[in-house]
């Protein structure tokens, strides 16, 4: 990297030392990370906070000790040795890349160049030595929201006993196939958006508003261009093309012009653009701003009830109203031997993903015709490519984006971000521009977990067989609509859980407010629907006199019978009663050895179903250097989809993985929208599958591109008009959960995740995405929020450490079972795991602390208060 000293003297500049290097850097970085990132080029150590060294993402080693670097002023570094992966020994280097490729022990990988680190240096002090549990008590200071920390610790665990173990480098289905490009992950060589340089890249920073309603009456971008090292400032009068982007309405503003009203705390309203990113954040806060100042509709309830519209340029308050009815419940009710009604209130949860957004805009040199190469982390990067080209005002064709494998996602990284403002800025200027958020921006900007209030009466007869279940449920979905309303239409169409019940009605609102925008998230929507249905199930089961698992394993669905919205299931949903009874003896054992045990059970579709038509494509192209290109419309984002996808190519083609080059990017049309639903797998599969068939028809023709398609598009809307039995999904998949927790310590010990996913593409993959996802849904059940405040409805939680994300050593042992019961009409009988980890958990969690102290929970999270135990 060229580094420009802007003038500062020798005196202005600091001397130490970088893996045996001598270096001197300028005095002004911010911390120790700065300097290494942005002046020294060294990337292994991510970004994932700074400056609040919470995430862990950054530790090297500074005279021999591990420590956040973006917590470590220059000044007290100077003089010392400071050690990145990149001076880490070989032998080191390998051991630790053969362990997490290994065992599995990583996904996204954004994490763990620094736990890499800290892991080096407990193992230096301590060699074989080092236990499992000191190791996780040490990652105290590190996060990673994919794993559930699982396999990280038996990759250190590996390291530290000197073990070698075997890496499968190729294999067909139901081979533990390493992922792809796990080593380089490990050692941080593998970079991301933010690791990449462009020659005369300039950096932008956004200007966020004040004021969550507010209407804005002048912008002054005068001092702001002043400032050192700006060269644009732009506002929404410099975009060319269209204002509102969005995935379903087009209802989200890149920026919020004079004249218009903010709608969030997350709407922005120009763009910073400088020689440095420091340069460029530092600008922003002169851009001055005129606003008269709205109150802001943060009540939910009172949102769809009033004409005061909440968000700018729409009709009024209710983004959406899913409801379905089947049969009679007041007379169900009536009849029934035991009724309970409670009201179960979810919270809004921040996806912390440990990469914030970015984005890498590059425009052509070529005069001739105009075109601007976008590197995007989101999890549609079709849908970036056609509403940035509508931005900009110009043809698809002008516009490429290529997926640079992001650091976690979730859901949330759906919604374009920072991908418009780059693009526009790069596209202007005629120069590559970056734009990275800050974690606080991040959580300013994409959408959350939607909080939701659910009013569940259930009524059973005298064995405990369900009769009858009425749901009234307001989430609410913050302003622009993102995916809030399909969202809750999944919250619906998931009420009952996976049971049969011969009476229904249901209704869900999604309510537009000026809090958090909420959209997708791991679970969308089934997640909070099961909580508030296992909770009335386990309070039927106590009146009755009988168990959990009796009462779930008398009303299992099973094929043959109407599911919820009204969909005749098939054969694919005997995975639900198998993985009751697989964990039967478990729980008869944890319950007769004293132990509070709570079960969970619950089904989570694969795919958009309600009546989408889904399209996914693929291309299989043999080039004339023995290379095979395997190109698909997914989103690596730590889950493995590349990895499957060429799984599935070895599989049908016979050949070496070794020779595939798995690529994502918009020069084919391929793509359909977002990677979300659990139907990366599924869909991609099917795809790759199919382009390997026409592949062997064409008897494997060089140089041309062989298209295969899955699709699925014989689906119903939920509550389509005439239809009696709508097809509401394709595919479904099922998970019982058993949490233990320990009387006297009252902690849980143990969860027990029995999983049915069709088919098991790689089982390495499968069982990591379970214990991240259990991970993930101890705390949603446990400790995590993320609230805004009720008068100026900005989050109230702003830093890492304040979301009460579970860290390792509050991790309790998961153990995963995998079951393969087949969806029929799927390609090689997958189902999906991503989503499903997560839908039970909370249930189970309420139930096994009922056992505990007799109290039943209605209210997301349990424990918060508890969080630092």
Excluded at 426 to 449: D, G, I, Q, Y
Excluded at 508 to 517: E, K, V, W, Y
Excluded at 761 to 770: A, D, I, S, W, Y
Excluded at 854 to 863: C, F
């Amino acid at each position: 990297m060229t580094q420009v000293d802007q003038g500062l003297t020798t005196a202005e500049r600091v001397a130490f030392s970088v893996n045996g290097t001598p270096v001197t850097v300028r005095s002004d970085h911010p911390h120790l990370l700065a300097a290494l990132r942005e002046e020294l080029n060294i990337t292994s150590a991510k970004d994932g906070c700074s400056p609040t060294g919470q995430c862990g993402c950054c530790t090297v080693l500074v005279d021999g000790k591990a420590i956040v670097s973006c917590q470590q002023s220059l000044e007290k570094v100077t003089g010392s040795e400071i050690t990145t992966l990149e001076g880490v020994s070989q032998s080191e280097r390998d051991a630790f890349a053969n362990a997490f490729a290994a065992c599995g022990g990583l996904q996204c990988g954004f994490c763990i160049p620094g736990i890499v680190v800290r892991a080096k240096a407990q193992i230096d002090k301590k060699g074989a030595g080092l236990k499992r549990e000191d190791m996780a008590r040490h990652l105290g200071a590190h996060l990673c929201r994919c794993t559930g920390y699982v396999k990280i610790l038996e990759a250190i665990e590996t390291v530290a006993r000197g073990e070698v173990r075997e890496i499968v480098t190729t294999g067909g289905l139901g081979v533990r196939v390493k992922k792809l490009e796990a080593e380089a992950l490990t050692l941080g060589d593998r970079g991301y958006i933010d690791d990449m340089r462009e020659p005369g890249m300039l950096h932008a920073a956004l200007v966020f508003t004040k004021y969550a309603r507010a209407d804005v009456l002048a912008i002054n971008t005068a001092n702001a261009l002043d400032q050192p090292g700006v060269k644009a400032v732009f506002t929404a009068a410099d975009i060319p093309g269209e204002l509102m982007m969005g995935i379903i309405y087009k209802d989200w503003p890149v920026m919020i012009p004079v004249g218009g009203r903010t709608s969030y705390a997350g709407d922005v309203l120009a763009i910073v653009v400088a020689d440095t990113r420091m340069n460029a954040r530092h600008a922003t806060a002169h851009v001055e701003v005129s606003y008269d100042a709205l109150a802001a509709i943060t009540d939910p309830r009172i949102a769809i009830s009033s004409s005061d519209l909440a968000v700018w340029k729409t009709e009024n308050n209710i983004l959406s109203k899913s409801s379905y009815k089947r049969g009679d419940c007041d007379e169900a009710f009536a009849s029934s031997k035991h009724v309970v009604r409670e009201i179960f209130s979810t919270q809004r949860i921040e996806h912390a993903f440990l990469e914030p957004e970015s984005t890498l805009a590059v425009p052509s040199t070529d005069a001739s015709t105009r075109h601007l190469q976008v590197y995007s982390g989101g999890q549609g990067v079709w849908d970036d490519r056609n509403d940035i080209a509508r931005l900009l005002a110009v043809p698809n064709e002008q516009v490429t984006v290529t997926l640079v494998t992001n650091g976690g996602a979730f859901g949330g990284k759906e919604d374009m971000s920072n991908q418009a403002h780059a693009s526009l800025a790069a596209w202007l200027l005629n120069v590559p521009v970056k734009c990275t958020l800050t974690r606080e921006e991040s959580f300013l900007m994409h959408a959350k977990r939607h909080p939701i209030e659910m009013d569940y009466e259930a009524g059973c007869d005298d064995q405990g067989r369900l009769t009858g279940l009425r749901v009234r449920a307001l989430g609410d979905s913050g302003a622009y609509a993102s995916v809030g309303m399909k969202v809750l239409e999944r919250m619906a169409g998931h009420a009952s859980g996976p049971y049969q019940v011969p009476n229904i009605d249901v209704e869900a609102i999604a309510a537009r407010t000026n809090n958090p925008i909420c959209g997708a998230f791991r679970g969308f929507g089934a997640n909070q629907a099961q909580f508030a249905m296992e909770g009335v199930l386990d309070r039927l089961a106590e009146k009755v006199g009988i168990s959990g698992w009796e009462i779930r394993s008398r009303n299992v669905i099973k094929p043959g019978m109407v599911w919820g919205p009204g969909q005749i299931m098939d054969d694919g949903c005997l995975g639900a009663e198998i993985c009751l009874n697989e964990i039967k003896p478990e729980y008869d054992a944890a319950v007769a050895a004293g132990k509070a045990v709570g079960l969970g059970l619950g089904l989570k579709n694969s795919g958009l179903g309600n009546g989408f038509k889904e399209i996914s494509k693929a291309v299989v192209h043999f080039k004339e250097n023995g290379r095979i290109e395997v190109r698909h419309g997914w989103t690596e984002m730590g889950q493995g989809i590349n990895t499957v996808a060429a799984q599935v190519a070895v599989h049908e083609l016979g050949v070496d993985a070794a020779l595939i080059d798995v690529i994502v990017d918009t020069t084919r049309e391929l793509g359909f929208g977002q990677t979300t639903g659990s139907r990366g797998t599924l869909m991609g599969a099917g795809s790759v599958k199919d382009a390997c068939d026409v592949a062997r028809a064409a008897n494997f023709a060089k140089g041309v591109d062989h298209v295969g398609e899955y699709r699925v598009d014989w689906t119903n809307k939920l509550g389509e008009p005439g239809v009696t039995n709508p097809l509401i999904h394709s595919t479904f998949s099922y998970a019982a959960q058993m949490v233990v927790i320990d009387r006297e310590t009252q902690k849980i010990e143990r969860v027990l995740a029995v999983h049915d996913v069709g088919r098991i593409v790689n089982p390495t993959l499968c069982e990591g995405q379970v214990e991240g996802s259990v991970h993930m849904g101890l705390g949603y059940a446990l400790t995590e929020d993320f609230p805004s405040d009720p008068v100026t409805a900005f989050p109230t939680n702003m830093t890492l450490r304040s979301l009460g994300i579970l860290r390792a050593k509050d991790v309790p042992k998961i153990d995963v079972k995998l079951i393969e019961s087949a969806q029929p009409n799927s390609p090689y009988g997958i189902k999906g795991v991503g989503e499903i980890g997560l839908v039970p958990t909370a249930g189970a969690v309420a139930t096994a602390m009922h056992s505990l102290d007799g109290q039943w929970r209605n209210t997301l999270p349990m424990r918060r208060d508890k969080q630092e135990e």
